[in-house]
């Protein structure tokens, strides 16, 4: 039974042996991958020889597959098919990386993504960002897009000094496109769930049994974008907030189910410290680390269309992360503390 390493070693070695003949040159090595949250993903990187494209096979699933018995020549044809279905890409990734080079060429592409701050801060000094509340906003470009989904490629400080521009002009640009090429949806959770219904072939007689039409002011808000991926973002577009407000006829509370989406309800329909603490036990239970937002709630004012905090001030979650610092920083019993030079 393999280890990680030795498992992520073998995939190395083994996998230009399984590629077909046209692909025997492909330079492999091993890398790590920081993604949102923190999390540290062990990939493995094919590029061919004259080629921009290079897929990223992260290890940590198929180990996960391989301890729990899948077998390690079923998981190399798994690994090798992806490969070659990567590598056999479309004639618009073919000149991603030229493309990259020119600000021109990628300008109307660049979108942006909501992550929290403070579990994304070594991410957050290499990349440019603007911070909202104790959220973030980075951006990204989109180099692609499928039947399966889409790609895309994080702008780091590196590529605005290739370009030439600053963190302000990727902001407003970010905010332009992304309200064009991933809108903004706002649905009832009774609209989704006779969608996901209707879609499993439950007629229409009984959803109307099962979801019984309710006041606007009484119901929950899935707020996200066209494709449901990283559509928290959706949270900072003003006019959709205004519109629901006005719909419902109060101000908003806002719940971050997940980077991918959050939830609006009617300011009447209970106290932000009793809605933190439901966003709270949602996370701890059903939300994968590496997706969750926020375990805060936020509150959006009809009157001045402001956002912010509503359970905690921004001041008190930094006054607590300075604490946390410190005590962290503090030495233990039995250590020595450092010494300055």
């Known amino acids: 039974m393999f280890k990680f390493n030795e498992f992520c070693d073998y995939v190395e070695m083994t996998l230009p042996e399984v590629l077909p003949e046209r692909l025997k040159g492909v330079h492999i090595e091993q890398h790590e991958v920081e993604k949102n949250n923190g999390l540290v993903l062990h990939s493995v990187t094919v590029r061919p020889e004259d080629s921009n494209i290079a897929p990223n096979l992260y290890m940590d699933k198929f180990f996960e597959r391989y301890e729990e018995g899948a077998s390690i020549d079923d998981l190399m044809d798994e690994i090798r098919d992806i490969v070659v279905k990567n590598l056999d890409v479309p004639k618009e990734f073919s000149n991603v990386a030229e493309e990259f080079n020119h600000f021109e060429s990628i300008k109307d592409k660049i979108v942006m993504v909501a992550v929290n ?27 692609g897009k499928d039947e399966e989904g889409t790609a895309t490629i994080t702008i780091r400080n590196e590529h605005m000094a290739l370009w030439g521009v600053d963190a302000e002009q990727i902001h407003e640009l970010a905010m332009a496109n992304t309200k064009e090429i991933l809108p903004v949806t706002v649905r009832s959770m009774n609209e989704v769930m006779r969608e996901i219904f209707a879609k499993d072939g439950m007629d229409e007689d009984m959803m109307n049994i099962m979801f019984e039409e309710m006041p606007a002011n009484q119901q929950m808000y899935i707020i996200s974008n066209k494709s449901n991926v990283n559509g928290a973002a959706s949270m900072f577009y003003e006019d959709a907030l205004s519109e629901l407000c006005e719909k419902i006829g109060t101000d908003l509370y806002i719940l971050p189910s997940s980077v991918h989406e959050v939830i609006a309800v009617s300011s009447e329909l209970g106290t932000p410290d009793e809605l933190s603490q439901m966003v709270r036990e949602v996370n701890g239970s059903q939300v994968a680390p590496e997706e969750q937002l926020s375990d805060h709630v936020y509150k959006f004012e009809a009157a001045t269309k402001k956002l912010s905090l509503a359970d905690v001030s921004l001041e008190e979650l930094k006054k607590a992360a300075g604490a946390e610092n410190m005590s962290q920083d503090a030495p233990t019993e039995g250590s020595r503390p450092r010494k300055s030079r």
Do not use: F, G, W
């Open 117 to 143: 701050t403070e579990r994304n801060a070594n991410l957050l000094s290499q990349i440019p960002h603007k911070d909202r509340e104790d959220l973030s906003l980075i951006y990204k470009v989109m180099v």
